[in-house]
């Protein structure tokens, strides 16, 4: 193996990593515990975390007299719980949070004692009765152990709309990627076999409005619904309306790939069906189509990926009753307004690409001949 070969797949193996890495760490996060989540990263998912924690002791009304001690006991962990107490301290108790072990009986200056065991068991005892009306407060680190559960999946699944969300995600995806693939099919067929006036000047106006900003025209796009839709009825909140904003969208790159992958066809098999007598659109449909198979499956996953994962253009072109909200919109409302559940992120994260890892892995075969044979030779 050369140096340069070598190198290469160094390199490639330094990228795969850098790309897997984010990835691999979103998924173990998607199972871990959402207090865990918040206080440590992925990376210590496997090793204890440790929390400052606060607790209090009970009231008078729960002391026992225990060998003429005044005793009030409890434990600061629910019943169940992994957790343990690596030190404590600060509160009532003298001294900061980290000064006293687990078992250590600390004497305070009125007299009465303190201890909190490992397990989380205090007893506050006192040789004179307790007159309490409310529990002092203490402070601790606990040492809580690796949890994981799929307590943030269900919390996506079970939440209330996600299903019908799912199925307004289908109902917008599949009519927004097979129009501008059968509109763009026959454009293409057109730039590269058909001779017009304007062919190449119209192809060129159509390749540049792939640098026009898609947040640039919303608002544009968003008028001009709204002022015909009275006449056609496929105004902004409907479903033929972000299926049109999405053809919109998605024609020029559809345009520019499968003119060139149809246009790098033999010129021989084109002019060969033209002089059997076959017509343009014959040609089109028994021929052209069946040989682009590639070149339509490419656009057609990154159509579907692009459709599936949008947020912006839905909120703009849908409404949020039940029967429009599409799945990335009910994520972003279970995240919460201000970001509070955020941790619904990890797992939302991987149901949402469940279903464009499957469209992908069904048409990768196509992906790559697709896209060097569209991007090598024009016609």
Same mark, same amino acid.
């Given at each position: 193996?050369?140096?340069?070969? $070598?190198?290469?797949?160094?390199?490639?193996?330094?990228?795969?990593?850098?790309?897997?890495?984010?990835?691999?760490?979103?998924?173990?996060?998607?199972?871990?515990?959402?207090?865990?989540?918040?206080?440590?990263?992925?990376?210590?998912?496997?090793?204890?975390?440790?929390?400052?924690?606060?607790?209090?002791?009970?009231?008078?009304?729960?002391?026992?007299?225990?060998?003429?001690?005044?005793?009030?006991?409890?434990?600061?962990?629910?019943?169940?719980?992994?957790?343990?107490?690596?030190? $404590?301290?600060?509160?009532?108790?003298?001294?900061?949070?980290?000064?006293?072990?687990?078992?250590?009986?600390?004497?305070?200056?009125?007299?009465?004692?303190?201890?909190?065991?490992?397990?989380?068991?205090?007893?506050?005892?006192?040789?004179?009765?307790?007159?309490?009306?409310?529990?002092?407060?203490?402070?601790?680190?606990?040492?809580?152990?690796?949890?994981?559960?799929?307590?943030?999946?269900?919390?996506?699944?079970?939440?209330?709309?996600?299903?019908?969300?799912?199925?307004?995600?289908?109902?917008?995806?599949?009519?927004?990627?097979?129009?501008?693939?059968?509109?763009?099919?026959?454009?293409?067929?057109?730039?590269?076999?058909?001779?017009?006036?304007?062919?190449?000047?119209?192809?060129?106006?159509?390749?540049?409005?792939?640098?026009?900003?898609?947040?640039?025209?919303?608002?544009?796009?968003?008028?001009?619904?709204?002022?015909?839709?009275?006449?056609?009825? $496929?105004?902004?909140? %409907?479903?033929?309306?972000?299926?049109?904003?999405?053809?919109?969208?998605?024609?020029?790159?559809?345009?520019?790939?499968?003119?060139?992958?149809?246009?790098?066809?033999?010129?021989?098999?084109?002019? %060969?069906? !033209?002089?059997?007598?076959?017509?343009?659109?014959?040609?089109?449909?028994?021929?052209?189509?069946?040989?682009?198979?590639?070149?339509?499956?490419?656009?057609?996953?990154?159509?579907?990926?692009?459709?599936?994962?949008?947020?912006?253009?839905?909120?703009?072109?849908?409404? !949020?009753?039940?029967?429009?909200?599409?799945?990335?919109? !009910?994520?972003?409302?279970?995240?919460?307004?201000?970001?509070?559940?955020?941790?619904?992120?990890?797992?939302?994260?991987?149901? %949402?690409?469940?279903?464009?890892?499957?469209?992908?892995?069904?048409?990768?075969?196509?992906?790559?001949?697709?896209?060097?044979?569209?991007?090598? !030779?024009?016609?």
């Amino acid at each position: 193996m050369s140096i340069g070969a $070598f190198l290469a797949r160094v390199l490639l193996l330094i990228i795969v990593v850098i790309w897997t890495v984010p990835t691999f760490g979103l998924l173990i996060s998607s199972f871990r515990d959402k207090d865990q989540l918040a206080i440590s990263g992925w990376w210590n998912a496997l090793q204890n975390v440790q929390e400052n924690q606060a607790g209090r002791t009970g009231v008078a009304t729960a002391q026992q007299e225990l060998d003429g001690q005044f005793v009030i006991s409890g434990n600061v962990f629910s019943e169940g719980s992994t957790q343990s107490v690596a030190s $404590f301290g600060g509160g009532f108790v003298p001294g900061e949070i980290t000064d006293y072990e687990p078992g250590t009986v600390v004497e305070l200056e009125d007299g009465t004692t303190f201890r909190l065991d490992a397990d989380g068991t205090y007893e506050y005892a006192s040789t004179e009765p307790f007159e309490l009306d409310r529990g002092l407060r203490f402070f601790y680190v606990a040492n809580i152990p690796p949890y994981f559960s799929l307590d943030n999946y269900e919390e996506v699944l079970t939440s209330e709309g996600f299903a019908q969300s799912f199925i307004n995600t289908f109902t917008v995806t599949i009519p927004a990627t097979i129009i501008p693939i059968v509109v763009a099919a026959f454009a293409a067929y057109a730039f590269a076999w058909m001779e017009f006036p304007g062919r190449r000047f119209l192809f060129v106006i159509v390749v540049g409005l792939l640098v026009v900003p898609l947040q640039m025209s919303l608002i544009p796009l968003l008028r001009f619904y709204n002022t015909v839709g009275a006449t056609f009825d $496929f105004a902004a909140k %409907s479903y033929p309306g972000i299926w049109l904003a999405h053809t919109g969208f998605g024609l020029p790159l559809a345009v520019y790939l499968l003119r060139n992958y149809i246009g790098g066809l033999p010129r021989e098999l084109i002019e %060969s069906a !033209k002089i059997d007598g076959a017509s343009h659109f014959q040609i089109f449909t028994r021929l052209v189509l069946p040989l682009s198979v590639p070149a339509l499956a490419s656009f057609g996953i990154f159509q579907f990926l692009w459709v599936w994962n949008d947020l912006l253009v839905a909120l703009v072109f849908l409404g !949020k009753q039940a029967d429009q909200i599409v799945m990335t919109s !009910k994520l972003r409302e279970l995240l919460g307004s201000r970001g509070d559940n955020w941790e619904v992120l990890t797992s939302s994260a991987f149901v %949402s690409i469940l279903v464009p890892l499957i469209v992908f892995y069904s048409l990768q075969r196509y992906f790559v001949r697709g896209l060097l044979a569209g991007s090598v !030779k024009g016609g």
